[in-house]
């Protein structure tokens, strides 16, 4: 096995794939689960479109503001909170029983969450770790992207029908709050934090300069 192929970048790079997947699976998870939530409920489709369009207008306020706040707090911690934020702002809507509750788990939290989770984080983790195959990542890290709404639908509407949408929700909850302990363990913000320069720089600064290293866990 060559050198290339056992180097640290590829397990930050997965896990950064597995991230993405997870924070885009909640754009899915509230569209499945609008119509089960009115029916439990007898909220108005005005409650549960309106937290749904709240959580996609504050992701797109915060996308622009990630780049800046993983400079300034490091990609782990930023990354690693923003699933947790998500996971439990999901399992938390298992116990909503006003409109304003949905609305806050659901557009202020989970948007706020997935917005600091946007393309920017794959892009950031691309350039740092890879200056050969640079490319062929970032085209995995958008497909991760848009895999999650895809893979996330069936398995969301599946367990819906089934057991309930609090359950539905639930899940969705533990599988961001067990991607985020998988960041916290696995993922880092340089590979100068591991010892090592990314996959194919000449040396240890050949790639691109983000910054003075922050916010790095012990």
Do not use: K
């Amino acid at each position: 096995m060559s050198t290339a192929s056992r180097h640290p970048a590829w397990g930050v790079a997965c896990v950064t794939a597995g991230a993405l997947l997870a924070a885009s699976a909640f754009l899915s998870t509230t569209g499945v689960l609008m119509e089960p939530i009115e029916h439990s409920t007898g909220w108005s489709r005005d409650v549960t479109s309106g937290a749904a369009s709240l959580n996609l207008v504050l992701y797109g306020i915060a996308a622009p503001f990630t780049a800046a706040l993983m400079q300034a707090w490091g990609v782990r911690r930023t990354v690693t909170w923003s699933l947790v934020i998500v996971g439990l702002a999901s399992a938390a809507v298992t116990l909503v029983g006003e409109p304003w509750q949905l609305w806050l788990l659901w557009g202020v939290f989970i948007g706020l969450g997935r917005g600091t989770m946007a393309l920017t984080f794959g892009t950031i983790i691309a350039n740092r770790w890879f200056v050969t195959h640079r490319g062929t990542v970032t085209g995995v890290f958008s497909a991760a992207t848009a895999a999650g709404q895809v893979l996330f639908v069936p398995v969301i509407a599946m367990i819906a029908a089934g057991p309930g949408w609090r359950t539905a929700s639930l899940v969705a909850g533990v599988c961001s709050l067990v991607m985020a302990v998988l960041c916290a363990l696995f993922l880092r913000d340089r590979p100068a934090d591991v010892g090592v320069g990314a996959i194919g720089a000449a040396s240890a600064q050949d790639v691109e300069d983000e910054g003075p290293a922050s916010g790095r866990w012990p």
